[in-house]
Each structure stands twice: as C-alpha cells, then as structure tokens.
C-alpha cells in the first residue's frame, strides 16, 4: 500500500506488527524484513561473490571499507562490523612474528603483500569503529561499553566446542550461532546494555580496581576462567621510556655503540638542521649580490628595499624567513658550531669498533654510482665542502615516533606497565636516518662559507684567480683587428673615454669577474669563443642576457679572457683611483723620492740614454701599471690599514696578481722601493706618472732636435766668367 515506516538502532527489523492503513503483516524478526517489505534508504552494500566463497583471511583496502552498510553474505552491517573490529584487534595485538606469519601464511591465499600489518590493522580497527558509532548513533564511550558487554557475554558464556571453519556451511553456521548468542542481544539497544554494563562495573568495583592495578589474588584457575580480562593498566611508550630502558641494559654500550652515541649527541644533533635555511640563504644572496653589490651600498641596503626591488619577493621572503628562524636558534653557537658538530658526530661515528650490525651500509658505500673500495669492515663517510652541499646531506634529526612501534608490553601478570623495545631495529633505523648520504663539512680555504663578494673586489678574496686562470687556460694578448665585429670594440675600450661604447662599463667589469670566478672551477677549451661557453651554462645566462656584454665578447675566445679583463679594468680603474679614500693620498717624503727613481727605469723604457745597469731596474710602465691596480683592486673597500708596507704585498715570497707576467721577479723584489706604505701609495702614483710624462716629453724633444740638425743647405758652384 506504499505505507513508509522507520527501524531504529541498526536498521534490521526484530519486531513485528500490522500496517495501519492496509493491515498486512510490517517489520520483522531476527534482522529480517517480512515479505512484501522493501527498504527504502541507502543501498546494502555487499561484497563480490569471490570474497562471499573465499575462505580464510582476505585483503581489504581501508577505501572499500568506509561504506557505513557494508555487508558480507548473512552478516548485518553491524555484525560484520563488530565481527570485523575484534579480528583486527586479535591480529594487532599479537607479536610481530605471529602478525607477519599470519598474513604471510600461504593458506590465507591473499591476494596483496601488507608491508606493514600493525598500520593496516590500525587503519582498519579505527574505520570500523568511526562507523559503529554512526550505526549506533553514540558517542566513544558508549560503544566501548558495548563492546566489552560483548566481550564480557563471551568470557561469561563461552562456546565450549571447538570447530574448524573448513568449509562455507561450517562458516556460515559459526556466524548465525555467534551473532544469536553474543551480538544480536546486545545491539537491540545499544544504549540500554551500555547503561547496564556500566552499573555492573559500579557494582563489583573494589573487584575490578584490584584486577586492573593486577593486585588481586589470581591463580591459575582464575587465569583460565577470566582470560582475556576487560581490563589492564599498561605502560605509554615515549623517548624518555626508551632511554630509562637503555640504561638499565646490561652491555647496553658494547651491544649497541650507535644507540649509545645517539643518546650522547642526542640533543645536540636537533641544531645541525638549521645549516640547511642558513646555507640556502646564503646561497640566494650570493648569487643575486655578488660583485654587483658595493660594500658601501651593503651597509645602508635593508631587507625590506632589497625585496622591493627583486622580482618574486615572495620565494625570497620564505627562504628570509626561515633563516631568520634558523639563524635565531643557533645564533649562540654560530654556523661553525653547527658544522663541527656534524663533523665531530661523523668522527665519532667512525670510531665505532668495526662489525655493528647497524653501521653495514657505510662499509663501502656507492658513491657516483661505483662502490668504493675500502678496507673491509671500515666505515666510510665522503667529505664535502659546506658551500657545496645539499640539503640531503645535512643531519636533519627530528625525533620520530614511529621507532617506538617497536616494542612489546610485558604480558607477565603484574608486569602490565613495563615495555620491551627491540633495539636492533630502533638503532638500525637511526643510524639510517642519521648517516645515509651524509657528509663530512670541509671548509673553502679557512672559511665555512665563500666569503662574500663585493663589486670591484674580486681580488680581495681571490688574490691569485688571474695565475690560476692562465694556468688552466693559456691565455694570449688581444689583437685590435681580430675580426670585424669586435674591432670597434677594442677601439673603444683602448679610447681614453669608454662611455660612448659602453653606458656602464663597472656593470661590464662586474660581468667579467663573474665569468673569471666561473672558470676557475669549470674550465674549457682555450679555443672555444666566449659567447659558446656563456650558453653552455645556465648560471651564466644572466650574462648572455646583457647585450653590451655580448657586444664586448663577440669573436673573442676564453684564451682573451684575461687580457680583456685587464684592458677594462685599467679603463675603469683611471676613473675609480680619483675617489681613493684620503688616509692613502698621503704625501712621500724626498727620500722616498729618491728610492723610487733608484728602482724605477725611468730611462730604458724609452730609449733615453739607457745604459746596462737601468736593465736591472722596474720599467716605470710596469710600476705604475702595478700601482694603479693595487689601489683599484685592494684599495677601494679600504679594508687596508695605510701603514701597511707595500713591498709585503707587491715585493714579497709570493707575487700578487697585479704585475705584468713578462716582468722578472728577481727584479721587482730587489728594486721594490721597501719604505712605501699604502698611505703613500697615490702620491707615489702621481710623481710616477709625472716622470713617465717628463720621459715622453723630453723624447718628444730630443726626437725634433735630431731631425733639425740633420737637415742641410744645398751649395751652389759659382761659374767662371770665360
């Protein structure tokens, strides 16, 4: 007749009566609707008929389990749940061995390998109990109430006979038998055998107290009577759980060397992760500052303009923010803690006598794909320098709490609260975690990290960069008609004025300190043209983008790179020397004077009266070409203390690159003038420049002189009369 009526609680009908309107037969008994009785609400769901036939355990995914009326052969929803629930909990609570026996057991016939039983039981006992409470419409409480009614219905009443379910008729009838005695009474009102349960628990409670602490007088006939007991006080697995459970382990630091390291460093080790945002940072500035920054310009530039300027703030400000909170928790110890520490873990590490199991996989590890060989049963950890590391290779250590999943409560009565951990696995996992792919900090030369350069002090921090060059890379002179493209170019950079070539020849200069730094670790072919090595690199594509750059660069190859570098520099370097700060403008002395034009050939260079022993002296081209370079290239940061000497520097064991190669070294240590300090340095640039003028002048003069006297007057013959 269409008439619509509700069942409650978990949907199956268990009473019966006659329809108002039409008087036929509603409901049912036993979770069985009457005939002529369609439900209305969501479909059952049933599962496939290979898994209604399948015997044994078989998998499920956790996805195909979420439907709240899910249902297998004869089960109701709330059955199959209950039924389901309690099977997972049997699995999860046995030991690992028995857990990984059952679900590897040929006979289960599963169809799926579970790499992780205890995960897969979780996942499994958590759906099923969100959806019986959404069956049952009740809270938390309320369905533990119900389950251990059921429970405590098994233990009161229990199935005496033992079969085996070998068959589907044997299974089936298991089922119908469980669910009549066990399930079916304590569902129909499930809040009504909660509140019953719950009032016996009141009743018997000095007993239930006595049996959860475990100190009630129990036998073994009570043990066999009331096993498995509803209730148990257990132990909570923590860090500090596991640590007090080191400490009392006999040979705990003989057996377990690593685990024992660990304990030692552990708080330490949480540290050496904040190298990674310090490290990244460091790298982001360098490669968007570096030689294009001003040391003068880097004392008033704040973060905040920097950002405005650049053009994905959001990327920079993220990395900003996470080294500030990195910088703000180690600021105390200073990177160079943070790296020794790394660095004095590793060592302990390798001090670790040869064999601990743990430790296997750094007997040899592969690096570069290829194994390396080593003496067997040494460990081996790879050394990196600190600027070039990833981020992998940095000990990232955050206590995980997953390693506690190995462990085991005692099942010892009265022992409920104490844990066994195997530590075989929990320190074969963090000797992993902690040393896979790590490394061994080095620093660059004396520093951590590349000291950061500034514009126009290439050579502040690589004082030698032009010698290693020419000796990856034999370098040559620039002809002024290499080829057409570039012959306006040379003319322009050897003009006096670079300006109308080139807007902003400092940019070009900072370019090609860029290029210089980039050789010096990745060289090529000296024959190979600039251009062609720019677009073979990606982190040069920043100069390939520069369009006078690719003008002054066109036709020429990496064995020009250095002669254009100087031929630039010496241009800029005109202009720069005028701005030179006063503390190195002092005034030289006449004796001064006097020292200079005893070591500097002021003569021989232009061919004036030179005479043999002016060719053991300075050509007064080379000394000023040096001075000139001195002051653009150490100079103008003004890091240099004025009384520094000059001949330490420029005259000393080791030759900076500021001479011209061709002039001998014997010569400059011998004739450099050994009393002129950095604050002299201008002015002796200045007299140097006057004597180089006076030279050409006088030249210039001699040459007239010679050419006037060397012209003569034709004679004419007088004729005799006759």
Known sequence: ?????????????????????????????????????????????????????????????????????????????????????????????????????????????????????????????????QILTRLFDCDDETLAFVLHSILHSISENPNEEIIRLDTIEKRRAWENEFAQRYINPKVVNARRTA?????????????????????????????????????????????????????????????????????????????VKNLVPIVKFSRILSSMLCYRLKRSDARNLTFERFLKNNESPEDLYEAFENFTEAWNSVREHVVQFESNLQNEFLQQVLAIEPGCPSLRFLEG?????????????????????LSEVRPK??????????????????????????????LPKIEAELAYSLLFNKFHLNKNDSH?????????????????????????????????????????????????????????????LSELEILLCFLRRISGNREMEIVDYLNKWMRLSALTENSQFQQMVSGLRLKHVVALYELVEEKI?????????????????????????????????????????????????????????FMFRYLSSEMYNPNEVLADYL???????????????????????????????????????????????HKINSGRQKETSSRTIPRRRNRRDG
């Open 1 to 129: 007749c269409g008439y619509k009526y509700i069942v409650g609680e978990c949907g199956g009908t268990m009473q019966e009566s006659n329809c108002p309107r039409c008087g036929h037969r509603i409901g049912g008994l036993n979770h069985t609707a009457n005939p002529g009785n369609t439900r209305l609400d969501a479909q059952v769901i049933n599962g496939s008929r290979e898994t209604i036939a399948q015997l044994g355990y078989v998998y499920e995914s956790i996805e195909s389990r979420k439907y709240i009326n899910y249902r297998l052969r004869d089960l109701t929803p709330v059955f199959y749940r209950i039924l389901h629930l309690f099977v997972h909990i049997l699995i999860a609570s046995a030991s690992d061995a028995d857990r990984h026996d059952f679900f590897n057991n040929p006979q289960q016939q599963n169809n799926e390998i579970i790499q992780e039983p205890l995960v897969y039981c979780q996942s499994h006992i958590e759906n099923d109990w």
């Open 195 to 271: 509140t019953d349960f719950q009032k016996m628990i009141k009743d018997s409670q000095r007993t239930l107290e006595s049996e959860i602490n475990e100190t009630l007088d129990i036998d073994e006939r009570y043990q066999l009577d009331f096993r498995p007991r509803i209730w148990r006080r257990i132990g909570k697995t923590s860090f500090e759980n596991l640590h007090a459970f080191c400490v009392g382990y006999p040979n705990f630091t003989t057996e377990f060397p690593f685990l024992s390291l660990f304990f030692e460093y552990q708080e330490q080790l949480i540290l």
């Open 365 to 385: 590890q592969f690096i570069n794909n290829v194994r390396r060989h080593v003496p067997q049963h040494q460990y081996y950890i790879e050394s990196l320098a």
């Open 393 to 422: 290779n940095i000990i990232n250590y955050e206590w995980n709490s997953k390693l506690l999943s190995y462990s085991q409560r005692s099942l010892e009565l009265g022992h409920g609260q104490e844990l066994q951990y195997e």
């Open 448 to 508: 951590w990290l590349d000291v950061f350069p500034y514009h126009l002090e290439l050579f502040s921090t690589s004082r030698t960069i032009l010698s290693e060059i020419r000796e990856l890379i034999p370098q040559e002179q620039i002809a002024t008609t290499y080829n057409t493209s570039s012959r306006l170019t040379f003319s322009g950079l050897n003009s006096v004025n670079m300006v109308p070539v080139f807007d902003n020849p400092t940019e070009l």
């Open 573 to 629: 370097a005109d202009i720069e020397i005028e701005h030179l700060s006063d503390k190195y403008k002092a005034r030289i002395s006449q004796n001064l004077k006097d020292e200079i034009n005893a070591g500097v050939d002021f003569e021989q260079s232009y061919g004036i009266g030179s005479s043999d022993k002016n060719k053991l002296k300075i050509p007064q081209g080379a000394f000023a070409l040096v001075l000139k370079r």
């Open 651 to 697: 005259a000393g064991d080791t030759l900076i690159d500021c001479w011209p190669v061709w002039v001998p070294d014997n010569v400059i240590r011998d004739k450099f003038p050994k009393s002129l300090l950095a604050a002299n340095i201008y002015d002796a640039y200045q007299y140097t420049i006057q004597n180089v003028k006076k030279a050409v002048s």
